[in-house]
C-alpha cells in the first residue's frame, strides 16, 4: 500500500460524553464489532478511574493497563480505527482536552434519558476550538426517554449545532423496535437476544414485511419519517466536516444496537487525517516526512524509575522502528526503537506507524507536552491550550530539606500536565492550578511515591488565572505594583493570579495595554 493509501484509510477521533451517558459500554462494543476483543466486559476494568481517589490509585498500580487503553487502535472494514480515551472523570478534563487536539473528529454520545448534560457543553466547546467534525450517537433507546425530535431540538438550543438524523428510531423503552436509516432506506430491527443486537435487516420502509414483524409501528414510522424529512436538517457533507452539522444515530450501546451503523459512518464519513497548523506553514497528513507533537504524558509502570511515556499524535509522513526523530525545542536526535503502537488491547513494539495514528515513547521526563518532533525540519505545532485552572491550592512541604525534590517534582508534573504550577514573582510560594480537585490528590501521590516528598496543599486565596501579553515594559509596570499576583508559570510566561473577579476586572481596566487570556497555548 502507498503512503497515501495508508494514511486516507485512518481514521482517528475520540468519544465525549457526560458521565454515565455510555461512553464505557460503546467503546466495549466497537471493539468488539471491530473484532479486537473477544467479549464484552473487557474495557469496563478502566471504569473505576471516575469514582473516588483510592480507585484511581488501585489503578495506578496497573497502569499497564491504562496506558496501552489510552489508544485503541483497531481494523473495521478496510480502514484503521484509532480510538483515543479519554478520562471519565471531569476533574481530569485537562488531559480530555488535550486529547481532543490530536483527533480528527469525535462521536458526541447522549443519553436519551437525560439529553444535554453539563459535561457535554463543555466538550463540545473545546472541540469548536477546532471546528472538530462531530457523530452524534443517542444512547439508551431501551429506556424511556426523551421525545427524539425533542433531543434534537435540546442538541441543536444548547449545543449551537444543527442535526441531521441519519437513523430515526421506531419507538423507545418497551416499544423500541428497531432504528430506519434515512439514507440506505433499510431497517434494522431491534431484539435484544440477537447476537448482535439486529434479528433482521428490511430493505425499504414500504415492505409489508415490517408491518408483520412490528404491527402498527410500523405505520407510525412512515408518518414520523415524513414529518422527519420535512422537519429536519438533511446531511451536508461540508456543514459535517466545518464542524457546523452533526450527523445522529440512535442506538442502545447496551445491546450492541447501533454501534454498526456509527462505525459505518466513521468510515464512510469522517474525515482521514487532517492538514494540521504549524507556526511556519500547514503540514499536510502525506508529506513523506515525519512529523507529530505530544499531546499527553502518562507516567509508567514503575513508579521508581519516573519512566514516562509520551504520546505522540503522528501529523505527517510514517513512522519506523529505530528511526531519528528531532525534538524540535531542544534540537535533540533521538532514536526511537522502542516507540509502542496500540494495537487492540496489546502494547506492541512499533515496525511503522502512519499519519493519523499515535506512538508511545518511553523516556525519563526529556519529552514535554506540546513538544513537536519531526524528521529534521523546524516544525512547531500549534494548538494545545492549556486552560485557566478554577482550584488553587499552596504547596507546603513537612520536611524542608526536601525541597528540591519538591520543586522538581512539581515541575516535572506540571510539564506532564497534572497539574499547573505558579511562582508568583514576589514570593517563594509554590502555587498549583488544577480544574479538579482530585488532580491535587493524584499530585500529592505521586510526589510521596515518585519523588519522596511529603506535600500538604493548603487553600489560597485565588480564584482564578489569567495569562498576560503585552510589552515587557507593561508587564513589569504591572509586576511591579502586583507582584504577588503576577506569576511565571512553568513556561516561564507571565500569569496573573486574581483573588476575585472584581479585582480581576479593576487590574484589566487600569492595564488596558495588557491582554489578559483565559487559556494559553503550550509551546
Ligand atoms: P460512561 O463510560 O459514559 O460513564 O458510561 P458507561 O458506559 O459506564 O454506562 C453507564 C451506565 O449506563 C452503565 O450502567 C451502563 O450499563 C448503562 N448503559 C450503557 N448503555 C446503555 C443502554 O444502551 N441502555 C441502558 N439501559 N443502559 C445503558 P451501570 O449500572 O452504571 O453499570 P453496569 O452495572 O451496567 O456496569
Known amino acids: 500500500m502507498t503512503l497515501q493509501e495508508e494514511i486516507r484509510r485512518r481514521r482517528t477521533f475520540a468519544i465525549i460524553s457526560h458521565p454515565d451517558a455510555g461512553k464505557t459500554t460503546l467503546t466495549e462494543k466497537m471493539l468488539w464489532f471491530g473484532g479486537a476483543i473477544q467479549m464484552a466486559g473487557a474495557v469496563r476494568a478502566r471504569k473505576s ?8 490509585m488501585e489503578l495506578e498500580k496497573q497502569r499497564g493497563i491504562s496506558v496501552t487503553s489510552s489508544v485503541m487502535q483497531f481494523p473495521y472494514r478496510d480502514c484503521i480505527i484509532n480510538l483515543l480515551d479519554t478520562p471519565g472523570h471531569e476533574d481530569f478534563s485537562e488531559d480530555t482536552y488535550r486529547t481532543l487536539t490530536a483527533v480528527d473528529s469525535a462521536v458526541m454520545v447522549i443519553d436519551s434519558v437525560n439529553g444535554v448534560e453539563a459535561q457535554t457543553i463543555k466538550l463540545l466547546n473545546v472541540c469548536r476550538l477546532r471546528d472538530t ?5 443517542i444512547n439508551k433507546l431501551d429506556r424511556e426517554g426523551k421525545e427524539p425530535i425533542d433531543l434534537l431540538d435540546e442538541i441543536e438550543s444548547v449545543l449551537q449545532i444543527q442535526c441531521a438524523p441519519m437513523t430515526w428510531p421506531i419507538g423507545m423503552g418497551k416499544r423500541f423496535r428497531g432504528t430506519y436509516h434515512l439514507y440506505n432506506d433499510v431497517v434494522s430491527v431491534f431484539d435484544p437476544n440477537a447476537e448482535k443486537g439486529t434479528s433482521e435487516i428490511i430493505q425499504g420502509i414500504d415492505n409489508p414485511r415490517l408491518d408483520e414483524l412490528i404491527g402498527d409501528q410500523a405505520d407510525e414510522l412512515r408518518i414520523d419519517i415524513e414529518l422527519v424529512r420535512g422537519a429536519s436538517h438533511t446531511f451536508d457533507r461540508e456543514a459535517y466536516l466545518a464542524g457546523k452539522q452533526t450527523p ?8 450492541n444496537f447501533g454501534v454498526q451503523s456509527l462505525l459505518d459512518a466513521i468510515v ?8 494540521r497548523p ?21 507516567a509508567n509502570m514503575d513508579p521508581k524509575h519516573r519512566d514516562r511515556i509520551a504520546f505522540i499524535r503522528i501529523c505527517s509522513g510514517r513512522f519506523d522502528r529505530g528511526m531519528k526523530l528531532k525534538q524540535v525545542a531542544s534540537g535533540k536526535l533521538f532514536t526511537v526503537s522502542n516507540a509502542i503502537t496500540f494495537m487492540a488491547q496489546d502494547r506492541n513494539t512499533a515496525d511503522e506507524a502512519y499519519a493519523g495514528d499515535i506512538i508511545g515513547i518511553p523516556n525519563h521526563g526529556t519529552i514535554k507536552l506540546g513538544d513537536t518532533f519531526s524528521a529534521g525540519e523546524d ?17 507546603r512541604i513537612r520536611n524542608p530539606l526536601k525541597m528540591k525534590q519538591l520543586q522538581k517534582g512539581l515541575h516535572q508534573l506540571a510539564e506532564e500536565g497534572a497539574t499547573q504550577l505558579f511562582r508568583p514573582i514576589a514570593s517563594n510560594d509554590l502555587i498549583l492550578g488544577a480544574v479538579g480537585m482530585l488532580q491535587f490528590d493524584v499530585v500529592a501521590h505521586r510526589l510521596q511515591f515518585e519523588y519522596g516528598v511529603d506535600v500538604i496543599f493548603e487553600p489560597f486565596d485565588v480564584a482564578t488565572a489569567r495569562w498576560l501579553r503585552g510589552s515587557d515594559a507593561d508587564l513589569k509596570k504591572l509586576a511591579d505594583k502586583h507582584g504577588f499576583n503576577v506569576a511565571l508559570d512553568n513556561a516561564d510566561d507571565y500569569v496573573y493570579l486574581a483573588p476575585n473577579r472584581v479585582n480581576l476586572n479593576l487590574t484589566q481596566e487600569r492595564f488596558p495595554e495588557i491582554k489578559f487570556l483565559e487559556t494559553r497555548e503550550i509551546y
Open 278 to 298: 504549524a507556526q511556519s506553514r500547514a503540514v499536510e497528513p502525506d508529506e513523506p516526512k515525519f512529523s507529530g507533537f505530544v499531546f499527553k504524558i502518562q
Open 248 to 255: 445522529v444515530f440512535f442506538g442502545s450501546a447496551m445491546n
Open 379 to 395: 516544525l512547531k505545532f500549534t494548538g494545545i491550550p492549556s486552560f485557566a485552572p478554577e482550584i488553587f491550592r499552596r504547596a
Open 49 to 56: 478511574d471516575r469514582h473516588a481517589v483510592s480507585d484511581w
Open 268 to 275: 464512510e464519513l469522517s474525515p482521514a487525517p487532517l492538514p
Open 133 to 137: 467534525p462531530i457523530l452524534t450517537f
